[in-house]
């Protein structure tokens, strides 16, 4: 069982950068793939980008490949996304999540989700 929390959301302008946490629980954290995924109202949650257990392979998805940039330190159980020249598009709860098997971008292959953090850009 792994229990994530989110962090470091918040109201930035277009062009800012923010980095957000997820800390997680449990001793095993480094034996799960982790993904960022967000959501707008209405919307499906949306892959963002996803790192391997070791931290080795990040993946992303095209709309933030060259603006976010996925990392882990299993050390602190935690993941960070770092998100650079934020456009008013970027605007929605972000979620992590730790998958039990795969490394994948599917919202649908993760187990284990966090309670979500508001990013907001206005232009």
């Known amino acids: 069982q792994v229990q994530l929390v989110e962090s470091g959301g918040g109201l930035v302008q277009a062009g800012d950068s923010l980095r957000l946490s997820c800390a997680a629980s449990g001793r095993t954290f480094s034996t799960y793939p982790v993904a960022w995924f967000r959501q707008t109202p209405g919307k499906e949650r949306d892959f963002v980008a996803t790192i391997s257990k070791s931290g080795a392979i990040p993946r992303y998805s095209d709309s933030v490949k060259g603006r976010f940039t996925i990392s882990r330190d299993n050390a602190k159980n935690t993941v960070y996304l770092q998100m650079n020249s934020l456009k008013p598009e970027d605007t929605a709860v972000y979620y992590c999540?730790?998958?039990?098997?795969?490394?994948?971008?599917?919202?649908?292959?993760?187990?284990?989700w966090g309670q979500g953090t508001q990013v907001t850009v206005s232009s």
């Open positions: 999540a730790a998958s039990r098997i795969t490394w994948s971008d599917s919202a649908a292959d993760y187990d284990y």
